[in-house]
């Protein structure tokens, strides 16, 4: 993934600020609220949930993504991939 390290780098203008919201929601008090796939549905609604705790959300205008997985039992979010829409189709979000 270096090449999808390097284009964030180059686009952090653009993005930081939205990523810098996401990070701030996923900290919290709406967080601690989701304990389950259901719930973090209704908090991110327009989050895609996967199986095995895997879950996409769309940032900046559905122009990025970030895959994360979720350690529900310690509510815990590991970011597994962020970049562009256009480098997400080029992975495969369930195995990443």
Known sequence: MPGAQRSLVLDRGEIEHETRLFGDRCRCRYWWNCRSPVEVKREFESASILRDGRVVFNIAGNKYRIVVWIN?????VYVRFMGTHAQYDGIDAQTI
């Open 72 to 76: 529900y039992p310690y509510r815990v």
